[in-house]
């Protein structure tokens, strides 16, 4: 199924803007699985079994995988997801970046390889660099914009021209260039409401990938408000340690549950 | 050793500003190779045996292999190359850019899974997202700044403010604030002399990756000309496919090792 396609009818029929970010860290997880062999894919598809119905989409982080020598537990982490939870996007959260041979490459991983729905891209090498993304076209291809930790003001918040943010110069290249076969979205992180807000202006429907609400301290409630679409959608609100971590013991996975309850609830209450 | 020592041994001792790129792409190998379960790994492995002498350092992209499900290959690539040619140093182009968590994992997974001296590193996200791979202060740093494909310019080239494009910008950043440690260098693609000249005049005699000659155009005699240090070294000036596929039969490795020699001694008439 195209990516848009599964997204929106996840907003609708699971009534979640909320996506679960899998960033996992064996050094947190409970004690039953220290020491296993699958113990990320374990302690990730019990997380997802728990929350499914309560999001509009999964967001693996690809480098817990990566450095944990765990790319075998990613690939049945993703096939997991698509067979007990259909019409479940998967973003695999990679931020690729590259020129087009390598973006070819990068591209096979995301989508051939590790099966994913959609993949977060770098945009700084420009438009030929995420080609080979879009030619994917049921693939969503989120582009990052204006993220959330403090750096990210150090190039994305430079005056381009005419008092133009390089935050803002990608959101319109993207949504007015690179987006010509509807596939696209935006990384804007939840530290900057108002920078949410000018996004939206920017670009209509576009949905938008929010990271940075949960441990990284963003503002739920000016987040919707700042971000939502015409529809009252639009959103993939991520959290990932705040619900990944609730629990620490047996019952993580319940515990991951009421997190992420609360959140899509904290979330819908604001739509 | 620190990835800079090992450099300027390099550069010195092998009388070579040449690094070898590492793209392997199963389609393009000799016949003999077809097939075979290690064929990259005995590809690059070859290569490398055949040019080490010629050669400042290697550069795998990891793309090529993640993209063939071929992580180990690359580990025992990367292993081959410390063993049998101590003191060359491997630069893994994978041109990670996350925030701080995230991306201390790719960190982990550069130079504790892999074992690489250097990785190539996207700025698009700010210092707080480069400083997990500075904390490595042995380890070799390569910011992206101005990279050799025509979308390049979509934002690197925008002026962020008295005339200064966004490269340049980045250019004075790394070589200013980023590079305490003096573990920095950066990316200039070949295509475009005068900015190299620039980014030269910018930040001293901080090693150059320089991607873009051979398959994709960029002149050498341009390149070292714009973009030498004061002492004639500075640069690491990337061949992959030229020098990868100079022959497509069982005598590869030895046609590999002719375009590397021409390529070197082309690069020094011009030191």
């Known amino acids: 199924m195209h990516f848009m396609t599964a997204l929106r009818a996840a907003w609708r029929t699971r009534n979640s803007l909320l996506c679960?970010?899998?960033?996992?860290?064996?050094?947190?997880?409970?004690?039953?699985?220290?020491?296993?062999?699958?113990?990320?894919?374990?302690?990730?598809?019990?997380?997802?079994?728990?929350?499914?119905?309560?999001?509009?989409?999964?967001?693996?982080?690809?480098?817990?995988?990566?450095?944990?020598?765990?790319?075998?537990?990613?690939?049945?982490?993703i096939a997991h997801i698509h067979a007990r939870h259909p019409g479940t996007p998967v973003i695999l959260d990679a931020k690729r970046g590259?020129?087009?041979?390598?973006?070819?490459q990068y591209a096979v991983e995301a989508f051939e390889r590790f099966g994913a729905d959609a993949i977060t891209v770098n945009p700084y090498m420009g438009r030929d660099s995420v080609e080979p993304y879009l030619e994917y076209t049921d693939k969503g291809v989120i582009l990052l914009c204006r993220t959330s930790n403090p750096g990210g003001s150090d190039l994305q918040f430079?005056?381009?021209?005419?008092?133009?943010?390089?935050?803002?110069?990608?959101?319109?290249?993207?949504?007015?260039?690179?987006?010509?076969?509807?596939?696209?979205?935006?990384?804007?992180?939840?530290?900057?409401?108002?920078?949410?807000?000018?996004?939206?202006?920017?670009?209509?429907?576009?949905?938008?990938?929010?990271?940075?609400?949960?441990?990284q301290g963003g503002d739920i409630a000016a987040t919707v408000e700042a971000g939502r679409s015409a529809d009252r959608t639009g959103?993939?609100?991520?959290?990932?340690?705040?619900i990944l971590y609730a629990g620490a013991d047996h019952d993580f996975a319940a515990a991951a549950r009421r997190a992420a309850l609360d959140t899509r609830d904290a979330i819908n209450r604001h739509r």
């Not at 959103?235 to 705040?242: E, G, K, T, V, W």
């Open 158 to 215: 430079l005056d381009v021209g005419g008092g133009e943010r390089l935050f803002e110069r990608v959101a319109r290249l993207v949504a007015d260039e690179w987006n010509q076969s509807g596939n696209c979205s935006l990384v804007v992180g939840a530290t900057f409401p108002n920078e949410i807000a000018r996004v939206r202006e920017l670009v209509g429907d576009l949905p938008l990938l929010v990271p940075g609400i949960g441990a």
């Open 235 to 242: 959103l993939m609100i991520n959290s990932s340690r705040a």
């Open 20 to 77: 679960v970010g899998l960033d996992p860290d064996p050094t947190r997880f409970p004690a039953h699985l220290h020491g296993q062999p699958d113990a990320i894919f374990r302690f990730c598809s019990e997380i997802v079994d728990a929350t499914a119905d309560l999001v509009c989409c999964f967001k693996p982080q690809i480098a817990y995988f990566a450095a944990q020598r765990a790319e075998d537990q990613l690939e049945a982490l």
């Open 98 to 104: 590259d020129i087009g041979s390598s973006a070819g």
